[in-house]
């Protein structure tokens, strides 16, 4: 199908439903108030929920999502939901922005205007982007993959999209967490189209297989990997082995699907435990409500099943794709302290071209909605010469036409 206009609208009966749900949820038994240690606070919880009940205005928040651009389009077979801003400058670079999880587009809301009109917010208009934001496969208004191991093949959806459907030769790129998978995707096979990529962590699936020079940084930073996921990986093995059996009740349950969910912001950023000075109520409850609208929990957890169960074959495809793909594409880092991944530089070196590496004085997992001027002010920098030789290859492009 052609792109399309989009309008994001959940229906009064669904909006019935999940308040009726609310108003039912049966509290656990807990042996003490502990906050946060054994999990999302019951007393946090409640109080959510609360203000779920109370004072959440969906009707609001849908207001102040659709002034975005949404569209939706089919590409490669897929349904794809999407934001394009147009930048507000003289050559605005395109750039798409890949989310993670437990997040989803909304993770760019702040930054997007910042990159699209860069003087209405401080900025220079000659550091406006054309800003890309699409909904991972299975996550949001997008289609969920029919077959697994889909997650393999995002990157050259993103690419269709880009260049395809929206008509771009080249563009430039941003993720982290599964959006660095994709951005690193990107990079590595479609390299002639892709101008360059900032990302804030380096993909971990790169720690399936640790090398046997590792220097004394890069063995600290497997240490730390290690005891990461001992005390906090078990999300991601239980998403990886049984999604379903998960999903069944979290699909059912809005008060258990938020405590899924907010548990991760509030330990994942930068915080300090205290996870309403970094989110505000609303903003994560419409992140939960765009889940449980769409029904895609049971769908965000499958690339965790698609890299626990993918057989030998599938990992050497990707690693011939690693060896063949251009290591030349410019990348930049912007690294948070409190995220969840703290790689050294040299680790990072050995799989891209590193061209930019910022250690940032504060934020955590979810930057774009933690430190959106850390993060665009970064990003601004970084893109800055790449501008300059795509204008200058442009140049030399038409003179040879000519």
């Not at 656990?28 to 999302?40: A, C, F, K, Y």
């Not at 996921?229 to 078990?234: D, K, N, S, T, V």
């Not at 769908?299 to 690693?322: C, H, I, N």
């Not at 002010?377 to 790449?386: K, S, V």
């Amino acid at each position: 199908m052609p792109v399309r206009p989009f309008e994001i609208r959940v229906t009064q009966q669904a909006l019935d439903d999940v308040r009726g749900r609310l108003e039912r949820t049966r509290w656990t038994d807990e042996v003490e108030e502990d906050g946060w240690d054994r999990g999302t606070s019951r007393a946090y919880l409640r109080d959510l929920v609360e203000h779920w009940l109370a004072s959440f205005d969906w009707r609001q928040q849908e207001r102040t999502l659709n002034r975005f651009s949404h569209f939706r389009a089919d590409v490669d077979g897929l349904g794809v939901h999407f934001i394009h801003e147009r930048g507000k400058g003289d050559r605005p670079l395109p750039i798409v922005l890949t989310h993670g999880y437990p997040d989803s587009f909304t993770r760019f809301l702040k930054i997007i205007p910042m990159l699209s009109d860069p003087q209405a917010h401080g900025g220079d208009a000659e550091d406006a982007f054309d800003v890309v934001v699409p909904s991972l496969p299975g996550y949001g208004f997008s289609d969920k993959p029919a077959k697994p191991g889909f997650t393999f093949r995002i990157g050259d959806v993103w690419h269709t999209l880009m260049t395809k459907t929206l008509g771009y030769e080249r563009f430039v790129a941003h993720g982290g967490d599964w959006g660095g998978v994709v951005t690193e995707q990107l990079a590595r096979s479609h390299a002639k189209s892709v101008a360059g990529i900032h990302m804030t962590d380096v993909p971990f699936w790169h720690l399936f297989q640790k090398p046997k020079d590792a220097s004394r940084e890069e063995q600290a930073f497997f240490a730390r990997n290690d005891k990461w996921i001992q005390e906090e990986g078990a999300y991601a093995l239980m998403q990886g082995t049984r999604p379903y059996s998960l999903a069944r009740g979290l699909n059912d349950s809005p008060a258990g699907l938020a405590a899924w969910i907010v548990e991760k912001f509030q330990r994942w950023s930068d915080c300090d435990g205290r996870i309403e000075t970094r989110f505000t109520k609303d903003e994560l409850l419409t992140n939960v409500m765009i889940y449980w609208a769409t029904e895609t929990i049971g769908s965000s957890f499958l690339p965790y099943y698609d890299f626990a169960s993918s057989g030998p074959l599938t990992w050497m495809r990707e690693a011939v794709k690693q060896w063949t793909g251009s290591s030349d594409v410019p990348t930049g880092f912007a690294i948070f302290p409190k995220d969840i991944s703290h790689p050294p530089r040299d680790w990072a070196e050995r799989f891209f071209n590193v061209q930019r590496w910022t250690a940032m004085p504060r934020g955590g997992h979810f930057a774009a909605m933690e430190e959106p001027e850390l993060l665009v002010d970064d990003i601004r920098a970084f893109f800055r010469p790449l501008r300059s030789r795509l204008a200058l290859g442009e140049a030399s492009t038409m003179e040879t036409a000519h």
